[in-house]
C-alpha cells in the first residue's frame, strides 16, 4: 500500500496571497491530480502531471500554478487568494492506466479572511 | 463530454434499513465507473469499480452496485446501514482523455441514524 500527505491540512490566507500547497505520494504513481471541492459543486479538475516535470492545465486553472519537480510531488500554488474564499483541495495519483483508480489525499483546506 | 448525475444531495435512513444511491452517466463509449466515499475530514475512498462482465459488482463493507447500459445507470445498494455508513458518496466516470481521471457527480450525503 501507499499513502498521499498533503500540507499544510489547513491554510489561512489574506487577499491577494500567493498560497503554495504540497501532495507527497509513495505508491510511485505516474499521474498526479489537483482537483478543488467546494461544498454542493463536487470535484473539479485544476491541473494534472502525467509525469515528472509535465504539467497540464484542467477545468478550472484560472489562478493557480503547479509544479513537478520530482515523480512524488506535485504541488500547487493559488497565485492570488480571493477574499471570503473557502475550499477544500484534494491530491490525487494513480497508475495512469485506462481503468484509473484514483487514490486521494487527506486534503488541505484554505479559508482566506 | 461526459458527465455524472447524483439526484439525491441527501438521503437519511435508519441503521438497519437498506439504502439505494442513484447515479446516472452520460458517456459515448462503455464507460469506468467508480463509486467513492468521503468520511468527514478525509480525502475519498474507493468503494468499487466496473469495467465490463457482471453488472453486479461487490465493494467493500457490504456495499454493491449494478451497472445498466440501457438506463446509464450506475446505483449503489447496501443490505444493511450501520451509523459508520455516514458520509458523503460519490459517484465518478472516466473521462474521454483518461489521462485526465474522473468525472465526479455532485455527491450524496448519508446520514444514519439509531
Known amino acids: 500500500g501507499g499513502i498521499i500527505t498533503q500540507t499544510p491540512k489547513f491554510l489561512i490566507g489574506q487577499e491577494g496571497q500567493k498560497l503554495t500547497l504540497k501532495c507527497q505520494q509513495n505508491?510511485?504513481?505516474?499521474?498526479m491530480y489537483w482537483y478543488r471541492q467546494d461544498s454542493g459543486k463536487g470535484l473539479r479538475l485544476i491541473y494534472y502531471?502525467?509525469?515528472?516535470?509535465?504539467?497540464q492545465k484542467g477545468d478550472l486553472s484560472e489562478g493557480y500554478d503547479a509544479s513537478r519537480e520530482k515523480k512524488s510531488s506535485f504541488s500547487l500554488t493559488v497565485t492570488s487568494a480571493q477574499k471570503n474564499e473557502m475550499a477544500v483541495f484534494l491530491c490525487?495519483?494513480?497508475?495512469?492506466?485506462?481503468?484509473?483508480?484514483?487514490?486521494f489525499g487527506a486534503g488541505t483546506r484554505l479559508s482566506v479572511l | 463530454a461526459q458527465s455524472v448525475t447524483q439526484p439525491d444531495a441527501r438521503v437519511t435512513v435508519s441503521e438497519g434499513a437498506s439504502l439505494q444511491l442513484r447515479c446516472k452517466y452520460s458517456y459515448s463509449a462503455t464507460p469506468y465507473l467508480f463509486w467513492y466515499v468521503q468520511y468527514p475530514r478525509q480525502g475519498l475512498q474507493l468503494l468499487l469499480k466496473y469495467y465490463s462482465g457482471d453488472p453486479v459488482v461487490q465493494g467493500v463493507n457490504g456495499f454493491e452496485a449494478e451497472f445498466s447500459k440501457s438506463n446509464s445507470s450506475f446505483h449503489l445498494r447496501k443490505a444493511s446501514v450501520h451509523w459508520s455508513d455516514s458520509a458523503v458518496y460519490f459517484c465518478a466516470v472516466s473521462r474521454n482523455n483518461y489521462a485526465q481521471g474522473l468525472t465526479f457527480g455532485l455527491g450524496t450525503r448519508v446520514s444514519v441514524f439509531p
Open positions: 505508491f510511485n504513481h505516474d499521474t
Open positions: 502531471s502525467i509525469t515528472e516535470n509535465d504539467l
Open positions: 490525487a495519483s494513480t497508475t495512469g492506466q485506462s481503468q484509473n483508480t484514483l487514490y
